[in-house]
């Protein structure tokens, strides 16, 4: 019988690491000689992520939306094609950080229902400071997503160790093995792992019957995970187009300021005051600028994922930084 190609799903929480370890998983195939393929979802309008993943990897791309509902069917339709196109040895499936994977693992079963597809697994990376900081509070939608996200993963990598200390580290680690009893933990920064090990981890996907028998949940708990995917359209993505350059300082001081309902923003900026263009990022409160010189014609292009923000508001921030604005009534009244 001629082998099944295998698939892998790359689930985590916005912003928790899954582009970067895409790029390390990407590197080792590639050094084995393997030509892999890869699937990206976004909720923007663009996909900034696949400017990270070097050309010649083939990519399909899913934007505008969340693979896990309001373009499930797709998703089958896109693999298809992409292994029919590109004859890969390895697919691996980024999802939104806001899709519930179960519903991935779902489009990605059915698809192996007419080609040779096999989900080998389901890796899970894990942001440990902000993951901490949802279980000490222990409420919202985004921790009820983290944790489906967790449950039904076969390996999880507990990323962003930097951010916490020893003991926290072992505090959230109780905490992963109380969702899922059956994945290996692996404690990484920036998922810096010897891919060798960790798909060697990777011991099936489990299902959502597994998943809630666990032992140690809670039935409330196991209700709100199966009601997340219904109701996790409260995440919403604005993109914004620049037309102008902005300055350095006054840009870096937005991103720093953004209200916390943006939990993710990333982009591609030109500073007035600076030569290069900078890919910037921003998760979990925390921002990184990385000078960029994109192949191709990429805009000037900013995304904003969060729950209930105010995009007019950042609209209107974004076009006063571009100069596309009249300065705010205070700043003329001060200058008169
Ligand atoms: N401090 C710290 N930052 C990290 C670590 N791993 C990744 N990052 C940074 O976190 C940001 C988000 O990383 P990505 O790999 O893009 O995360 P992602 O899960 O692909 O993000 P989305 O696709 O938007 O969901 C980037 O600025 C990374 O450089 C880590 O271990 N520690």
New binding site residues.
Partial sequence: MEQSLPVYILS???????????QRLLEHWKTQGLRPAVIMN?LGEVNL?GL?VEQSVPMAEMLGGCICCTSRGDLSTELTTLVKKESPDVVVI?A??AANPLEIVDAVTETSLYQQVELKGLIT?V?AAHLLELYRSQQGATYRLMQEQIRCASVLIL?????ISAEEAEEITVVLRKWNAYAEIMP????ELEPEALLGNIGGVYSEERGVTEENEHSEQDGDARQMHASHDHVMAYTHYFKNPVNSEAFERFVKELPRDVY?A?GIVSFNDTSSRFLF???YR???FMKITPQGEVPDVAVF?GEHFSSSELRTELLRLEKRLLARPAAVKRSL
């Fill in positions: 985590g929480f916005l912003g928790s690491g899954k582009t970067t370890l895409l976004e992520d990270l980024e939104t950080g990376v942001d990323n962003k160790t930097d951010r990484a920064v920036r998922c993710r990333k990022q921003y998760a925390e921002a990184d994922i």
